[in-house]
């Protein structure tokens, strides 16, 4: 019993970091969102039932933008798919686990939670990893709604934030992100691309734009990593 | 409404492939190419969010070096190309499209 406690602890501990690194996305996230006319209901409601941050900033974007329904969940599937390469990678070491164990651990998979739990378990072994992994997931979610509130309470509070410029802090942050992965060049190909279309295809009906632009994106990175020269060229 | 369906549908997208794996088992296969494809998705994406918010901020194309929306951007991309901190680029690109907006 008490060794799951430790177990848990450390779980918690380890996700200090990434805690740390979320909240200030959280306060961010909660203010956009309901500066972009989100209801303070929905925008906890988000940060409660999806928890995935990138996904959420986008969400609100196209909410804003007047974005039909599946445009919104589709671009959501695209933007989480990356975490179904996570379930896959995890998935060894909770096979034996039962299905109350995974489900739960499952809705709360994270980029951080991934990478704190992958590392432990890869570097320390699985035991009790489920306590481990559990507690890192409470840690993240609990981190993420409180700080998503405390970015409701500022919006609300501080009407008008969104005109001072928050709109554009979301393509600051959007722009961060985005920037440390253009050191190579597939991804500097995909990001050229998917901004070029995007800019030429903008006001298209229902946010399409957007998914034209990810998938036209996504292909020219494609290509660019097989093109000669470029790794090991496919022995083509 | 609309944006309660909005999340309904992405909690379920999301809680899906999430559990894709852990909770459906290895019965599922991840083919190699969509493994690689879903590399180059975040730049795809957050790229065709960005190039038109900076380029044509009010609808139409504006390049002009006095547009904040396109310096703030660069900014951002520079500092966080340099230092890999996404916060500090972040801030810095929010002080530099403040002052153009606000002071100038």
Partial sequence: MSEARNAFIEGMRDTIPMLVGAAPFGVIFGTLAVGAGLSSAATLGMSLLVFAGSSQFIAVSLIGAGAALPVIWLTTFVVNLRHALYSATLLPFARDWSLRWRWPLAFWLTDETFAVVEHRFRSRGSELGECYWLASSLAMYGNWLFWTLVGVLLGKSIPGLANLGLDFAMVATFAAIVAPQLKKRPALGAACAAGLTALLARGMPYKLDLMLAAVVGVAAGMLLERAPGRKEADHA | ?104
């Fill in chain 2, 1 to 104: 409404m609309h944006e309660w369906l909005a999340i309904l549908g992405m909690m379920a997208v999301t809680v899906a492939i999430r559990a894709s794996f852990l909770v459906f088992g290895q019965r599922l296969a991840f083919p190699d190419w969509l493994n690689r494809a879903l590399h180059y998705v975040p730049a795809a994406v957050l790229s065709a969010l960005v190039v038109p918010m900076a380029l044509a901020p009010g609808g139409t194309l504006d390049i002009r070096p006095g547009n904040p929306w396109l310096v703030g951007t660069l900014v951002s991309l520079a500092v966080a190309f340099k230092t890999g901190k996404t916060l500090l680029a972040i801030v810095v690109s929010f002080v530099v499209y403040g002052a153009m907006r606000w002071l100038l």
